[in-house]
């Protein structure tokens, strides 16, 4: 019989219209597990997948810009971790609902955007511990909803 070792469960969360579940932040370990380069690669590999992707329109359209907005997420995803506080120390509160507002973000949108999230965190599946990947994937899965600002 063929049991699977993992429990880890890239699940995606259906969106229901006018929900928004609570979210909790990644487990602090997922950062000391990673490490900030390790951080600072993932969001490299996601930006650039990202650039090419069906919804790169969304985003900076220039590789240049692209990785320095690979930056700022790192930034954020740090500090969400209870790292560093570098998002606050170079752009402020987070206020991501606000910095989010110009971009029609759908749910279509964001299906899109998890996708390509699951495959820049597969390459670290048995490098991180699947209690804490799961944990940064439960993460992104509930708080990527709250982003979606666009119906259609
Ligand atoms: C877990 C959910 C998400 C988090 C934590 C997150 C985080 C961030 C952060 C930190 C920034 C940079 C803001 C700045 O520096 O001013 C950003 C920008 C942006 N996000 Fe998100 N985001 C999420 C979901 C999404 C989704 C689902 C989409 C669209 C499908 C999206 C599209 C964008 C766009 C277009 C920008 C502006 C360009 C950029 O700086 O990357 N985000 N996001």
Request: glycine share 6%.
């Amino acid at each position: 019989m063929n049991f699977s070792s993992s429990s880890l469960n890239f699940n995606i969360l259906p969106y229901q219209e006018g929900v928004k579940p609570p979210v909790t932040k990644p487990n602090p370990a997922f950062l000391t597990e990673i490490g900030e380069e390790g951080m600072r690669d993932l969001f490299r590999r996601f930006y650039t997948s990202l650039h090419k992707s069906t919804i790169k329109d969304l985003f900076p359209q220039s590789e240049e810009e692209m990785m320095i907005a690979s930056q700022h997420s790192a930034d954020f995803f740090i500090q969400i971790c209870g790292g560093t506080p570098y998002f606050n120390q170079n752009r402020g509160a987070p206020q991501m609902g606000r910095r989010h507002a110009p971009f029609a973000i759908t749910p279509e949108a964001r299906l899109h955007w998890l996708v390509l999230m699951e495959d820049a965190l597969q390459p670290l599946v048995g490098q991180i511990s699947d209690e804490n990947m799961q944990s940064f994937w439960d993460y992104v899965n509930v708080f990527s909803i709250w982003m979606i600002n666009t119906r259609e």
